[in-house]
């Protein structure tokens, strides 16, 4: 993997050749009391988009239930609920600003380790 290429690749490139500029990594804890906690703004920390994004679940309680939203182009979409065993997850082909996450009916605080690739 390249880490500082010449050219800038658009998503689609990025994604063939499996190629990205920079990542980051960030641990994200959700208490289980179904308020959001907002990743790192990739826009504003200078990293760009991301193209792609790795969630793994690094601690939890099977019985949870997370709710995803991802800012794209500036705005949150629509929530996502995800189950325990849906992780880990991989989410590319968008150009990603930030994420949120949340967390209800768990009984230990899920803490999450976000990768993600620009």
């Given amino acids: ?5 010449i050219n800038k690749f658009t998503v689609q490139e990025a ?3 499996k190629v ?3 990542y980051s990594y960030k641990k994200i804890t959700c208490a289980d009391n179904d308020t959001y906690v907002e990743g ?3 826009i504003t920390s200078g990293d760009g988009p991301a193209k792609e994004i790795i ?5 939890g309680d099977a019985a949870g239930v997370t709710t995803l939203a991802l800012k794209i182009a500036g705005s949150y979409g ?3 609920e995800l189950e325990f ?6 989410i590319n082909g968008l150009l990603i600003d930030r994420i949120k996450m949340k967390t209800a009916n768990s009984t230990i605080d899920e803490v999450f380790s ?5």
Wanted: aromatic fraction near 16%; glycine fraction near 0%; avoid cysteine.
């Fill in 55 to 59: 969630i793994l679940n690094y601690t």
């Fill in 40 to 42: 790192d703004d990739w």
């Fill in 114 to 118: 976000i990768i993600s690739f620009h």
């Fill in 78 to 80: 629509d929530e996502i």
């Fill in 15 to 17: 994604t063939n050749l």
């Fill in 85 to 90: 065993q849906d992780y880990p997850l991989t």
């Fill in 1 to 5: 993997m390249a880490t500082k290429p």
């Fill in 20 to 22: 990205y500029e920079n």
